[in-house]
């Protein structure tokens, strides 16, 4: 029978579960997007304060996206000013030229494809990462609750995927966007939506048979 004190605590492991993987999601974006120079990174999180580069509310507080947990947006870098100094040939005058520096971003398809990616992405690499540490090095304690804990991460991969695919719901039914990312993500990249989602379905049941094949060994 699950008491109060043990029903408090797995609430209170599973929402710090949630916000990690949340952040570790939103944080494959970003990185993703500053390694492909997609601009200034800025993340932010329910419902419209900033945690990255800065930590506040957000001036477009009132335009939080519906029900979205956390937001990562990158801003192009802006025309620069300077001022080039020219002097005429075999000449004492010295003319002074304004110069405006394009350095903007250009975001083309695959680019903005594999940022996308990178959410559901990242926690799928964590996920498998865990499960292969799990299954070479068979960690005990602490350790291995870590490892079982990331190799669950998948579950990102899966709602983001089938959730809003086949039932209209948003990524966690009633919180999150309602974007399949990673389908949306590989169909810029060339792959049909039929065959991500059917690879998106395979994967994740085959990471839930090597953790069901790792838990049972204890």
Same mark, same amino acid.
């Given at each position: ?11 209170? %492991?599973?929402?710090? #579960?949630?916000?990690? $993987? ?19 990174? %800025? ?11 800065? +930590? ?18 990158? +801003? ?26 394009? $350095?903007?971003?250009? #975001? ?6 594999? %940022? ?7 926690? #799928? ?12 090095? $068979? ?8 490892? %079982? ?43 049909? $939506? ?7 379905? +395979? ?5 839930? #048979? ?9």
């Amino acid at each position: 029978m699950i008491t109060f004190k043990k029903g408090f605590t797995l609430i209170c %492991v599973a929402l710090i #579960y949630f916000i990690i $993987s949340v952040l570790i999601h939103e944080l494959g974006h970003g990185i993703a997007g500053k390694i492909l120079a997609m601009g200034q990174l %800025v993340i932010a999180v329910w419902p419209g304060f900033e945690i990255f580069p800065e +930590i506040g509310a957000l001036n477009n507080i009132k335009h939080w996206p519906g029900s979205a947990v956390a937001v990562v947006s990158f +801003i192009p870098e802006v025309k620069s000013l300077s001022v080039d100094i020219h002097r005429e040939f075999n000449s004492y005058i010295i003319k002074p030229i304004l110069n405006i520096q394009h $350095s903007s971003v250009l #975001y083309d398809q695959n680019r903005v494809a594999v %940022v996308l990616l990178m959410g559901s992405g990242t926690t #799928y690499l964590i996920s498998l990462l865990c499960i292969i540490f799990l299954w070479l090095c $068979s960690p005990v304690g602490i350790l291995r609750k870590v490892c %079982v804990f990331g190799a669950f991460m998948f579950y990102d991969l899966l709602c983001y995927s089938i959730f809003p695919v086949f039932f209209d719901l948003r990524h966690l039914i009633f919180i999150g966007g309602k974007l399949p990312e990673p389908v949306i993500a590989l169909a810029q990249l060339g792959m049909p $939506s039929e065959i991500s989602v059917t690879l998106v379905v +395979i994967v994740c049941c085959t990471q839930t #048979y090597f953790i069901k094949r790792l838990l049972s060994k204890e």
